[in-house]
């Protein structure tokens, strides 16, 4: 059966930074853009970072720009997001997406194919 899997979440003292992978089953990740995405208690949830199909580009909030990286493993079927410098803000549970059209727009724009279940990041204060 096809479907994404989080994992790396945890929590971390400010200024602290984590690792998540999203792992895919059933699918080769390869052969889509990657999404993640956040959503904290009483808010929407919002766009974090992207990598296209191709690895040609790479997409980042303005929130996370200079702290996050989203990276690709082809040989483990596995994209990591890299967070360093993690603030009270960035706590949430965190999803990633797949879509088979490999790009970005398409999967900020959550015209998904596959979502995971989440994994929640807890930066305390």
């Known amino acids: 059966q096809v479907h994404l899997v989080e994992s790396g979440g945890g929590l971390v003292q400010p200024g602290g930074s984590l690792r998540l992978s999203c792992a895919g089953s059933?699918?080769?990740?390869?052969?889509?853009?990657i999404g993640w995405f956040r959503q904290a208690p009483g808010k929407e949830r919002e766009g974090v970072s992207c990598?296209?199909?191709?690895?040609?580009?790479?997409t980042y909030a303005d929130s996370v720009k200079g702290r996050f990286t989203i990276s690709r493993d082809s040989a483990k079927n596995t994209v990591y997001l890299q967070m360093n410098s993690l603030k009270p803000e960035d706590t949430a549970v965190y999803y990633c997406?797949?879509?088979?059209?490999?790009?970005?727009?398409?999967?900020?724009?959550?015209?998904?194919?596959?979502w995971g279940q989440g994994t929640q990041v807890t930066v305390s204060s």
């Open positions: 990598i296209s199909m191709s690895d040609s580009s790479t």
């Open positions: 997406a797949a879509d088979n059209l490999g790009f970005c727009s398409a999967v900020l724009a959550g015209l998904n194919d596959y």
């Open positions: 059933g699918l080769t990740l390869d052969y889509y853009a």
